[in-house]
């Protein structure tokens, strides 16, 4: 398993609540592995440029095609605001009829609790 490092965009107040979201994404075939890269290499563009965004990180194990995301938003609003920009917009359609069932967890997180780690997203 690959794993990109935990990246922080914003400082977390401590004293402050913030919406935590973990993805499972895995694909059904090999062939899709090359889009999937170039979309998540785009989307990766646009999270650095996301107002809102606390931080995030990336867990893959690219030999069984299952990717999971971790983030840390500022709140619901700022996380569908991304959701629905493009360049996500587009790979979400682009890569719709690859995919296998993906799941979406999302919980509260303090602040002092900022970044999560692994084993509590695996958790959820």
Avoid: C, N
Wanted: charged fraction near 20%.
């Amino acid at each position: 398993m690959a794993e990109l490092p935990w990246r922080s965009y914003a400082e977390p107040a401590l004293g402050s609540e913030y919406l935590a979201l973990v993805t499972y994404l895995p694909l059904k075939t090999f062939r899709a592995l090359p889009r999937f890269f170039v979309h998540t290499a785009r989307i990766q563009k646009l999270l650095r440029a996301s107002p809102g965004l606390i931080g995030y990180s990336l867990l893959a194990h690219v030999l069984a095609q299952r990717f999971w995301t971790l983030s840390v938003w500022q709140d619901e609003a700022v996380l569908m605001e991304f959701v629905h920009a493009e360049p996500h917009r587009q790979a979400m359609t682009s890569l719709s009829g690859l995919m296998g069932a993906r799941e979406f967890r999302r919980w509260r997180i303090q602040g002092a609790a900022i970044p999560p780690t692994w084993h509590q997203a695996m958790e959820r």
